[in-house]
């Protein structure tokens, strides 16, 4: 595990799955897709309305998912400096996102036929909302500063801060009185999804794993050659004479 903390090594392990992890995301997701759009039935009150579920539920999934990853990298990172850590999140951080606006669009064109709006300042939703801000919020912090590496350090203390609002979301539907509907995936009674509509469900949320780890990949070799141009870029003191 040492030796994988050493980004290059790593690198060249992930770069050599990448095919294999591109290819089973797309395969994955388009049999998911089938299984969504094809396969699965129409629910019995929200008639087709309900298969947005299969991107929308998915979504909200990698958002708390990968917030969680960067939480965790970031402080990996403030304890032991592991350059590997710290480029995780800043990989991580557009592709979480990305996924939490997925949420929030398609949460509002499920919440219109459903709820008759297209936004309510629901528990669950403004915590969703909240976490989108910290994702920008990371972004901004960690490209903040003229000087490579000084946003690091307070990025990571935001994403570790941050992950006090991953509970609130998974549970804010049972602490507050929502229009959200309770969880009825992740529950200790196990899921309470008709199994046509499960299957799917899962697939997709397998896909969406999969972009995940492939975009980061994808993400990581940008940032390990940007760290390497920019080491081998002679430095340039203020009055823009160059350095030794």
Known sequence: MHALAN???????AGGLLPWMAGACLLTLLTGLWLALAVSPPDYQQGDSVRIMYVHVPAAYMAVAIYAVMAVSAA????????LMEMIGRASAPVGAAFTLICLATGALWGKPMWGAWWVW???????????????????LSNAFDTPGRGSRP????????????????????W??????????????????APGMLAPLLVMMAAFSLLYL?????????????????AAAPFTNPQGQEGP
């Open 7 to 13: 980004p290059s090594r790593f690198l060249r392990l």
């Open 76 to 83: 990996l990172f403030l304890v032991w400096k592991t350059p």
């Open 155 to 174: 990025a990571a203390l935001l994403a570790v801060i941050g992950v006090v609002n991953l509970p609130i979301i998974k549970f804010s539907v049972d």
């Open 214 to 230: 492939t975009l980061l990949v994808l993400r990581l070799q940008g940032e390990y050659d940007l760290a390497r141009a920019r």
């Open 122 to 140: 629901d528990a669950r939703l403004t915590s969703v909302l909240i976490l989108f801000f910290q994702y920008a919020g990371y972004i901004a």
């Open 176 to 193: 507050w009185n929502t229009l959200h509907q309770p969880a009825s995936l992740l529950r200790l009674q196990g899921p309470a999804i």
